[in-house]
């Protein structure tokens, strides 16, 4: 059983930044790939970025370039860091850890973009 706890969500002015945090239980966590998901009222919940053990990346098209996903497997955490926000961006935003065919749910943290 994976525990996951993501905070760092809050309300930020268009162009501002947030970094997201997803602290991560287990002592394999250098094995896990990471993700983070959002989901916007009324919309279905989709990827944002992903991070594999061996810490290549994807990204989805909307957050390319403005966004960067990374991992410190020394505090079992990865990070979402987000730039250039848009009202767009704003979401209940989730953390998912996939290991051994598993996939594992961390609270949402909530994200705001609002002038």
């Known amino acids: 059983q994976v525990q996951l706890v993501a905070s760092g969500g809050g309300l930020v002015q268009p162009v501002g930044s947030l970094r997201l945090s997803c602290a991560a239980s287990g002592s394999t966590f250098s094995i896990y790939t990471m993700e983070w998901h959002r989901q916007a009222p009324g919309n279905q919940r989709e990827l944002v970025a992903r991070?594999?053990?061996?810490?290549?990346?994807n990204y989805a098209d909307s957050v390319k370039g403005r966004f960067t996903i990374s991992r410190d497997n020394a505090k079992n955490t990865v990070y979402l860091q987000m730039n250039s926000l848009k009202p767009e961006d704003t979401a209940l935003y989730y953390c998912?850890?996939?290991?051994?065919?598993?996939?594992?749910w961390g609270q949402g943290t909530q994200v705001t973009v609002s002038s």
């Open positions: 998912k850890a996939v290991v051994a065919l598993r996939a594992y």
């Open positions: 991070i594999a053990p061996g810490s290549g990346t």
